[in-house]
C-alpha cells in the first residue's frame, strides 16, 4: 500500500520533484566539490587499542614518539661524513626542527653520527622528524613543509618520506587516479547503456539519475566528513557504487516502465505498476545493501566505519533517484521515452527467449551444473586459504612516488628499522632513580629477544642482552622533566609489517618488565587491528546472516531460499577473495598492473569487501527472486517459475552486471594498490554473481529443491502473509493456503 500511495503522489507532484531535483544538484556539486580535502588517509588503527595508547603516552608525556617525517640525504660525492655533507645534514636538521607542527628534528649527524642513521654505503643518512595530532595535523604540517627540505642541488640529494608523506601522496594520487577513472567511465557506460537500451533518450535516464547520486554523495560525505573521519579511498569506492548503483537500479525501473507501456498501459498506469513492482523491489534491495555495509559499524577502526556511513548514503541517494526522481521523469515523458531508438524491439513469445532456454538447459540437468558450479567456485576460493592480512605501507604508491623511492631505498641501504622501533612505556609511575637497575635488566632481556636488533633506553643501548654503551645526550628523549616514567625504543630486526614483526610484538609483551608498560609502534600496529577486526567478525557476520535471512523471508515467505542465497553468496565471495589472494598477495599480475606485491594484503580489506560485494550480490538476488517469486504466486509452478524469472531478469541483471563491472575496471588503472584491490575484488565477485550464480547455480538448486524452495510452517506463511513484502497482490497464494487448509481437513 505504501508503494501505491508513493506512486500517486509522485505522478500528482512530478514536476515539483523534478524542480528540486535540478535545484538540488547544482547545490550539492558545490557543496561536494572540495570533498577530498576534507578525507582522511589514515583510520586504520584501533583508537582503544595497547598500541594507541602506548603512541598516545609517548606523545603527552615525553613528546616524541615514532618519526613520521624521515629526509634521506644522498651525498653526489664522496660520503656523508665529509665535512661540507655533515654541515649541510645539521643545517637541515635544525630547518626541519623549526617547521610548523613539527615537535623537533633528530639526524645522523646531531646523534654523534649514529651508526643506525648512515647507510651501508655510506652515501646516505636520515633526518627523523615527528608531528604530533591525528592525520588532518599531519596533513596540514606536511603540506607546509619547507620546499628547501626536498630540493636536491650539486652537492646533495633530497628525499622525503615517513608515514605523513605517503599519507599526503595517497591523497593526491587518489584523487588523480578518480579523476582518470572517471574519465574513462562516462564513454563507456554512454557506449554500453545505447546497446543494452537501444534508444537514447531512454539511455541517457540511468546517466541522469546516476550524476544525481554522485554528486548527492559527495556532499554528504563532505558532511559526514566534518563530523567524523572518513576515508579518502571511500570517495573511489563510493563513486563507483553510486554510479553503479544507480544505473542498476534505473536500468531495472525503466525496462519495467517499457514493458508496462509495451503491454497497453498509459503512462501514468505504467508508472504506478512500475513502482508497485519493480520500485518495490529495489526498495528492498537498496535497504539489504545497507543493512549489509551497516555491518562494518561494528568495527572500531575509522576506515571501516567511513565505508559503512559513506556506502550507506550511496545506496540512500541512488535508491531515492530511482524511485522518486525517475518515477517523475518516467511520468513526464511517457512515450516518449522511446525517442531515438536506434534499433526496433523484436517481441517475441517468453518460452523463445534466451535465458529462458538457458534456464530450461539448467534444469534439465541440475545435478551436474551444480556440482560443477560449485566445483569450480571451490577451485578458484582455494588460495584464500594462504591469506596472510598486514597493513598497508608506503608500497601501496607506485614505484616512481617520491616517497615510495625513499623508502625503497631505506630498506635496501640501512641495516636497522628506525623508523619502525618499536616502543614500549610505562603504564604508571615509575621513579627513575630508584629503578634504574630494573630498566637495565629488562632492557637487556629485551635485547635477547628473537628478531630484535638493539633496544635504546634511558640507560644505555643494548646488544643480544648485554649493554654495548652507557646513557648519551640522545638518551634524554627516554624522560621528561616532572614525569615518573620512561620508554624504551625496540628496533628490529625484521620486517615489521609481516607475520615475523607480529610475532616479535607477541614475544616483547610476553617478556616479563619490572612494572606495568604498553607496546606499540607499527608492528603492534599490526596485531592490533587484527584483534580488533577478528574479535568483532563473528558479531558483523551474524548481523549480516540474520537480517539476510529475515529480510529474504519477508520477500519470499520460505525457509530454503533465503538459506540457499547465503550460501551461494558465500561460496561466490570465497572465489573472489581467492583470486585477490593469487593476484595480488603472490603477485602474479604484478606486471600487468604494475603493482609491488608484498605478500600480505591489507587487513581491512577484505572485510570491506565482503560486506560490499555481499550487498552487491544481494542486489542480484533480490532482482532474479522477486521476479520468480512472482510468477510463482501467479501459477504455482516452481520450474516455470524459475525459467520465466531468469529471462524477465536475465537481460537486466546480466546488463547491469556489466555495466557495473565497466565503472570497477577502471578502478584497475588506479596507481594505488588498495584502489586497485577493490576494483579487481568487486568486478570478479559482480561478474562471478551474475553468470555463474544468477545463470547457473540458482537454477540448479532451486529444480534440485522443488516446491520445497517455498515451504515454510504455517505460522511463518501467515506472518509472511501479513508483513510479506510481495510484487503483486497475495490473492494466489491465500487462495493455495486456504486450499490446503480445506484440503487437510478433509484428510
Known amino acids: 500500500m505504501f508503494m501505491q500511495r508513493l506512486a500517486r503522489a509522485v505522478i500528482r507532484r512530478r514536476r515539483a520533484i523534478l524542480i528540486a531535483a535540478a535545484l538540488a544538484f547544482p547545490v550539492a556539486g558545490v557543496l561536494g566539490a572540495p570533498v577530498a580535502q576534507h578525507l582522511s588517509a589514515g583510520g586504520f588503527t584501533d583508537p582503544a587499542a595497547q598500541s594507541t595508547r602506548a603512541g598516545e603516552r609517548i606523545n603527552a608525556l615525553f613528546h616524541t614518539g615514532e618519526p613520521n617525517v624521515i629526509v634521506m640525504v644522498t651525498a653526489r660525492n664522496g660520503t656523508v661524513d665529509d665535512p661540507a655533507i655533515a654541515a649541510r645534514g645539521v643545517e637541515l636538521t635544525s630547518l626541519l626542527a623549526k617547521q610548523p607542527g613539527l615537535q623537533g628534528a633528530l639526524s645522523y649527524w646531531t646523534l654523534d653520527k649514529a651508526p643506525p642513521l648512515r647507510g651501508l654505503d655510506g652515501r646516505q643518512a636520515l633526518i627523523l622528524g615527528r608531528i604530533p595530532g591525528n592525520e588532518d595535523a599531519v596533513k596540514k604540517a606536511i603540506n607546509s613543509l619547507d620546499p628547501v627540505l626536498t630540493t636536491s642541488d650539486d652537492q646533495i640529494g633530497l628525499a622525503l618520506g615517513g608515514v605523513g608523506e605517503v599519507f599526503h601522496e595517497l591523497v593526491t594520487q587518489s584523487e588523480k587516479d578518480l579523476r582518470k577513472a572517471e574519465a574513462l567511465t562516462f564513454p563507456l557506460t554512454v557506449i554500453a547503456l545505447l546497446i543494452v537500451f537501444g534508444s537514447a533518450v531512454a539511455a541517457g535516464l540511468p546517466l541522469a539519475i546516476a550524476a544525481l547520486a554522485v554528486v548527492l554523495t559527495y556532499a554528504v560525505l563532505r558532511l559526514l566528513a566534518s563530523m567524523t573521519d572518513v576515508s579518502i579511498f571511500a570517495l573511489n569506492l563510493t563513486t563507483g557504487m553510486g554510479l553503479g548503483l544507480a544505473i542498476d537500479y534505473s536500468l531495472f525501473i525503466v525496462s519495467r516502465f517499457r514493458e508496462e507501456l509495451a503491454s497497453g498501459r498509459t503512462p501514468d498506469d505504467a508508472v504506478a505498476r512500475t513502482m508497485h513492482t519493480a520500485g518495490r523491489t529495489i526498495a528492498f534491495s537498496a535497504f539489504t545493501v545497507a543493512v549489509s555495509l551497516g555491518a562494518l559499524l561494528v568495527f572500531p577502526l575509522a576506515f571501516l566505519r567511513s565505508f559503512a556511513f559513506a556506502g550507506i548514503a550511496v545506496v540512500v541517494t541512488a535508491g531515492v533517484g530511482a524511485v522518486i526522481v525517475l518515477p517523475a521523469l518516467l511520468s513526464v515523458l511517457g512515450p516518449r521515452v522511446e525517442k531515438g531508438r536506434l534499433r526496433q524491439p523484436r517481441s517475441k513469445p517468453v518460452e523463445e527467449g534466451f535465458w529462458y532456454r538457458r534456464a530450461q538447459a539448467v534444469i534439465r540437468r541440475p545435478i551436474p551444473v551444480a556440482v560443477v558450479g560449485v566445483g569450480l567456485l571451490l577451485v578458484l576460493g582455494a588460495p584464500f586459504l594462504r591469506l596472510v592480512p598486514g597493513l598497508a605501507d608506503d608500497r601501496v604508491l607506485p614505484a616512481d612516488s ?94 615489521p609489517m609481516s607475520p615475523a614483526g607480529e610475532a616479535l610484538v607477541h614475544r616483547i609483551r610476553a617478556t616479563s618488565a619490572p612494572f606495568a608498560v604498553s607496546v606499540g609502534g607499527r608492528a603492534a600496529e599490526l596485531v592490533d587491528t587484527k584483534h580488533a577486526i577478528n574479535s568483532r567478525l563473528p558479531l558483523a557476520m551474524a548481523w549480516i546472516a540474520v537480517t539476510t535471512l529475515l529480510l529474504l523471508f519477508l520477500m519470499v515467505g520460505s525457509l530454503l531460499v533465503p538459506v540457499k542465497a547465503l550460501a551461494l553468496n558465500m561460496l561466490s565471495l570465497s572465489a573472489t577473495f581467492g583470486a585477490l589472494v593469487w593476484i595480488f598477495q603472490d603477485g602474479h599480475l604484478a606486471s600487468t598492473l604494475n603493482f609491488t606485491p608484498t605478500g600480505t594484503i591489507s587487513v581491512v580489506v577484505p572485510i570491506t569487501l565482503f560486506c560490499i560485494a555481499f550487498g552487491l550480490s544481494m542486489d542480484y538476488e533480490v532482482f532474479l527472486l522477486s521476479r520468480i517469486k512472482e510468477e510463482y504466486d501467479l501459477h504455482g509452478d516452481n520450474d516455470e517459475a524459475v525459467a520465466v524469472g531468469l529471462e524477465r531478469t536475465g537481460r537486466i541483471v546480466t546488463a547491469a552486471a556489466l555495466l557495473i563491472t565497466i565503472v570497477f575496471v577502471t578502478f584497475m588503472t588506479a596507481k594505488v594498490v588498495v584502489v586497485q584491490i577493490f576494483g579487481v575484488g568487486l568486478a570478479v565477485a559482480v561478474l562471478v554473481d551474475a553468470f555463474v550464480i544468477r545463470t547457473a547455480l540458482v537454477p540448479a538448486f532451486m529444480r534440485i529443491a522443488g516446491k520445497a524452495n517455498w515451504w515454510a510452517p504455517r505460522a511463518l506463511r501467515r506472518l509472511h502473509l501479513r508483513f510479506g513484502v510481495w510484487e503483486t497482490e497475495p490473492l494466489a497464494i491465500y487462495d493455495r493456503v486456504d486450499h490446503e487448509s480445506r484440503t487437510s481437513a478433509a484428510r
Open 402 to 495: 617520491p616517497a615510495r623511492e625513499a623508502h625503497d631505498a631505506i630498506r635496501k641501504n640501512f641495516a636497522s628499522n628506525e623508523a619502525a622501533a618499536v616502543s614500549v612505556v610505562t603504564d604508571r609511575d615509575v621513579d627513575l632513580g630508584s629503578q634504574g637497575d630494573a630498566i637495565d635488566a629488562y632492557a637487556g632481556r629485551l635485547s635477547k629477544v628473537a628478531g630484535v636488533s638493539r633496544v635504546d633506553a634511558v640507560t644505555g643501548y643494548y646488544f643480544q642482552g648485554a649493554r654495548a654503551l652507557g646513557p648519551n645526550a640522545l638518551s634524554s628523549r627516554f624522560k621528561a622533566d616532572g614525569v615518573r616514567g620512561t620508554w624504551l625504543s625496540v628496533v628490529p630486526s625484521v620486517e
